[in-house]
DNA sequence: CGTTGGATTGAAACGGCTCAATGTTTGTGG
DNA sequence: CCACAAACATTGAGCCGTTTCAATCCAACG
């Protein structure tokens, strides 16, 4: 009987657009979301899928992706728990565009359209909140499209891997956390550029590869500087 | 006197933003908004300012551009009167990661950050509209990357030119909004393959030059089959 | 221990860019 | 209204980076 709770707690209580708000408005809001578990490899949407909720990340993560008319496949960008997807379609009442996959067990939380647009009228500072980070990510997304055009795919491997290192990192190793397929994808190239470029970077002694998904970078001014 | 008002009267008024309050939030929001012209040429903002300020386009059109770390510009996109830009500066604290450029004498009115969040405090059926908005640009970013990495250069184009004759047209023909170069820009090549493209194109009787800035479709389907 | 899928490497083909020459407009001043 | 300049558009040739396809290598896993 407190299970529904429970599940209702752990969703929404992760989630960085309610974090500000207090006990009280966050049982409210738990009270209209709920929870959906997905296994490894199963859609939580497709493109050409209409849909109402919004979805947000609460454990594991999902793949978002393009395919093109010619069928190939844009990886555009992975949810970690607390991100969310579907605002296209929820806002705008437009299909998806987007497939997203789970890429290992994941559960969503998921907020209907007229329960979400209820909460923002009456709390008005979650759309700051939503507001944020779809700036962010229109700036993430037009930075990737420029990216594309004006460099190099060395040059986006490089910056890719600098990314990931973020301003503070003690050691200087990166995980990838993307399989190299979806990697490649990400960065716009293919598998066996990725792996000529990274072997091109070791051997300008920029980067070392430690073991498959370990890379430790030796020189990120002259990675960015390419 | 009635001066400033007028101009704060044409500076909302227009904007969809607001289109849905009555007139005495309107006025409300005139007395907030201030506004400000541009010259041809002109920046109403660069990449690494900061500023607080939403910028919304009154008459007139902004060409927004990055650079690279190279040095290229990469066309993001046109704003036209009732668009708005500087969500990211102003929602995130961030400083600006685009230039702002008036294509032409240009008008645009300004919200500060303190007086925007009171208004969506206070009336949030505005943030569901900047929302719209914001969602809408991210999904059109997406496209656009997806199409750098996925299509030739050519798809892209006919894309580009498909997109511009829109869902519902009489005549077929369309009408360039942007210079050759920032067309190039924008679909991620340069101004000789734009030529050259263009001229495949109508050997291979899917288009017509009219004019220099006049193209007649003659095979939507096909442009967009290539 | 074999099988299967991913990663690497090689060779060849291709698309698009650069640079340079030529052609075409546009606008300006005589 | 013409002439000329300046900017822009087109075309050509050569080059370079990336993709493609195929072969091989490696590693994880049943």
Chains 1, 2 share one sequence.
């Not at 974090?19 to 709920?34: R, V």
């Not at 987007?98 to 923002?120: F, G, K, W």
């Amino acid at each position: 009987m407190t299970n529904k709770n429970h599940e209702h707690k752990s969703c929404v209580s992760l989630v960085p657009i309610f974090n500000h708000l207090d006990a009280e408005q966050m049982n409210e809001i738990m009270e209209t979301a709920s929870s959906q578990s997905f296994k490894k490899g199963e859609l939580v949407y497709h493109a050409g899928e209409t849909s109402d909720v919004l979805t947000i990340v609460n454990k594991g993560s999902l793949r978002l992706y393009r395919l093109s008319e010619s069928g190939k496949e844009q990886l555009v960008r992975v949810l970690r728990p607390g991100e969310f997807t579907g605002e296209l379609a929820l806002f705008n009442e437009k299909v998806h565009e987007n497939y997203a996959e789970a890429m290992e067990p994941t559960s969503v939380c998921q907020i209907t359209r007229s329960d979400l647009q209820a909460l923002l009228i009456k709390y008005p500072s979650i759309s700051l909140k939503i507001l944020q980070e779809l700036s962010t990510r229109v700036d993430q997304s037009e930075t990737q499209a420029t990216r594309f055009t004006t460099e190099s795919t060395e040059q986006r491997l490089a910056s890719y891997l600098v990314d990931l290192l973020g301003p503070d990192s003690q050691t200087n190793i990166v995980t990838l956390p993307l399989a190299k397929k979806d990697l490649a994808s990400y960065i716009g190239t293919t598998p066996e550029t990725v792996s000529r470029k990274l072997k091109e970077l070791e051997e300008m002694n920029l980067i070392k590869r430690i073991s498959s998904s370990k890379i430790k970078i030796l020189d990120e001014d002259n990675l960015l500087f390419l």
